[in-house]
């Protein structure tokens, strides 16, 4: 059974002066889905959530959050979303419980109590009472959460959430967002130019460009559609591997992708892949590895996007 659509996001229309940004988006966001917003510079991510935050009107379109209309109920609907699309102001000279205490009191009707339900959810008590200042980065990530969190949104909207955090810090963020998807009803729209933690981390992806909606998907089907007998060849280095390109060109029986200066990938039936070994050795070209490939969501986006840069 599908579950109900958190956010709705319908024809919207967005120009700055001639320069139309976003042009009849459409899609929908469910509870408990964490949901990946994926496209290149200026495809108008940054725009699209500006819009859905309310930092930005419409030209045309509607977009409803838990069934409260957008544009004719903003307070109501505003209510049931919380974010980072820029960091918040901290106040870095009080701790983290005072900073939450702060923005509590511009949410009437979030009692006290609140305060120490989202440290327990983002695992903070140990660091709650001290100074915002000697947080670390992934610490702050954790703050900026709680504070979006504070009035209990039913909608999170978190634009490049892991920029500048390390590996570890990553990591934890991700099984955050996880957690509070899955196991708390909240869904989640992330906006991230790390396909791979997009990949772990989302239920589906939409992918968008030039403002247009170009996919969406579930990453599993996505996975899957793409699956077929996939086998990387590393060759000894750049010089083997143009040999070989010339190779596949002249006998015109293999299609190659490019995944490195020494590696490409074939699409193969097993009982190929002798055969193509053969004509390698035959033409003598050195081959340090032969294994199976599994496509991932980079390989996927930059099929569909053809190439460039997956940051807006």
Known sequence: MEKEVS??????????????????????????????????NGAGKSTTIKLIMGFLTLDYGEITICGKNHRTEYEAAMQNI???VENPEMYHYLSGRLNLEMYRRLHPGVEKARIDEVIELLYMQKRADQKVKSYSLG????????????????VLILDEPTNGLDPSGIRELRDLLVKLAHENGVAIL????QLAEIQKMCDRVIII????????????QMLKQTEQNLTLFQ??????????????????????????????????????????????????????????????????????????????
Request: aromatic share 6%; hydrophobic share 40%.
């Open 235 to 312: 060759f000894l280095d750049t010089t083997q591997m143009t040999k070989a390109l010339d190779l596949f060109n002249d006998n015109l029986f293999y299609q190659p992708s490019i995944i490195d200066q020494n590696k490409l990938i074939l699409p193969l039936e097993e009982k190929q892949i002798p055969e193509v070994i053969f004509r390698l050795s035959q033409a003598h070209i050195a081959l340090t590895s032969v294994q199976p490939h599994q496509t991932n969501l980079e390989e996927i986006y930059l099929s569909i996007i053809g190439g460039g840069n997956p940051i807006e």
């Open 209 to 220: 460009n030039q403002g247009k909606l170009i996919d969406n998907q579930p990453i599993n």
């Open 190 to 193: 992330v906006s991230s130019h």
């Open 7 to 40: 956010l709705s996001v319908r024809n919207l229309y967005k120009s700055f002066g001639r320069h139309q940004v976003i042009e009849d988006l459409s899609f929908d966001l469910h509870a408990g889905e964490i949901l990946g917003f994926l496209g290149p």
């Open 139 to 154: 610490m702050k990530q954790r703050m900026c959460i709680a504070q979006a969190l504070l009035h209990k949104p039913q």
């Open 82 to 84: 919380g974010g980072i």
